[in-house]
């Protein structure tokens, strides 16, 4: 059955808008340009940070449902968009920015930034409200209910 468009997207723009994973992104967000001032590395600052983060909070989870799930024939776009967020913006911006940083660095941030995508994904994969997280959370390993 073919959905409209919008009757698609309804869910998964719900879930962008729950309380508890814009907090979550808003923690991260801080704590990522806190880290962009306190250590001062060559390819770390604010405009990359926030770039990385949106296109995380955009594509992680999905991605990572995508191969939970099994669907087999989103994966080719799911592994675009987990390149593109853990290199692809990187390597744009910081090409344009300063060409000597990404030759110097790029190689370190994959790995990093492939870590931290994976994290988000975890942290963003539970699709309800935070009290529904927590009831399953509470139940998980309980003894099955006779």
Not at 40 to 47: E, F, Y
Not at 94 to 122: E, H, K, Q, T, V
Request: charged share 15%; with cysteine; proline share 6%.
């Amino acid at each position: 059955m073919n959905l409209p468009r919008s009757s698609r997207l309804a869910p998964l723009l719900r879930e962008y808008r729950r309380p508890w994973k814009l907090l979550s992104l808003g923690v991260g967000l801080a704590l990522l340009i806190a880290g962009a001032y306190w250590y001062r590395a060559p390819d770390w600052d604010v405009g990359v940070s926030l770039i990385m983060a949106l296109f995380a909070y955009l594509t992680a989870a999905w991605s990572l449902r995508v191969v939970v799930t099994r669907r087999w024939r989103a994966l080719p776009l799911a592994l675009f968009w987990t390149w593109w967020t853990v290199d692809g913006c990187y390597a744009l911006y910081w090409s344009i920015m300063d060409p000597a940083a990404l030759a110097w660095m790029r190689s370190a941030n994959a790995p990093a930034s492939f870590c931290l995508y994976l994290a988000c994904g975890l942290v963003w994969y539970f699709q309800g409200t935070l009290r529904e997280l927590w009831r399953c959370w509470s139940t998980f390993g309980a003894p099955p209910q006779i």
